[in-house]
């Protein structure tokens, strides 16, 4: 083999080498824009799968959260202060984002997972979180699945003591809305208390921030 064949052989074979190195790479995660307040996970966490039923008595499982940004928060319509704040709040998010001529067009759903599915059937759903929007999703379901995915979450809640058997009991639960991205990963928690400008911004830059 010529010198000039040898040579143009080592050129290829080095070209390849580092092309492939290249294309295999890592790509360097993107830095975190310093406007973000909530607690955001830069490579999100996939939900574990789930069976409930929405407001209208429809199976509602994770495959419904893909395609759109999903704001979750657990709660239960008796609930005297922390549920009505919060989907308050998203109400007055939602009318802000509608409005937004850069993001309004983001697939995006609230939705309100019961806590206290003995009383929170479909009907009473529906009612409750049409009052809000009539947008709003609404969850219940049997103990055990919400059980699971609260775990998974890491979304704590108890009865009081007379709990299930009674008729006025309260429920205990956390106030953090979850932002699930379209994948159906945990990309952020929103930790009370809720500002509707600090949700909405927050959630533009990690739109913004996924996509890049």
């Not at 307040?37 to 069976?51: K, V, Y």
């Amino acid at each position: 083999m010529k010198r000039s064949q040898v040579i143009l052989l080592i050129i290829v074979g080095g070209l390849s080498l580092w092309l492939g190195l290249w294309l295999s790479r890592d790509k360097a995660p993107a830095p975190i824009p310093e406007n973000i307040s909530s607690t955001l996970l830069p490579q999100g966490r996939l939900l574990p799968e789930f069976h409930l039923v929405n407001q209208e008595n429809q199976p509602f499982s994770r495959d419904d959260l893909v395609g759109k940004w999903s704001f979750l928060f657990f709660g239960y319509t008796h609930c005297p202060d922390v549920c009505p704040a919060a989907l308050t709040t998203m109400q007055w998010a939602w009318q802000i984002l509608g409005n937004n001529k850069t993001h309004q067009n983001i697939p995006r759903q609230m939705v309100f997972i019961s806590v206290d599915p003995r009383r929170d059937t479909p009907e009473v759903m529906k009612s409750y979180v049409k009052y809000f929007d009539p947008s709003f999703i609404g969850l219940t379901g049997e103990l055990p699945e919400i059980d699971a995915l609260t775990r998974n979450l890491g979304i704590l809640y108890a009865y009081t003591p007379e709990g299930k058997d009674g008729k006025n009991y309260s429920v205990s639960h956390s106030g953090q809305i979850l932002l699930i991205d379209p994948k159906a990963n945990l990309r952020a928690v929103f930790s009370p208390p809720h500002e509707v400008d600090k949700i909405v911004g927050n959630f533009i830059s990690i739109v913004d921030y996924v996509k890049e």
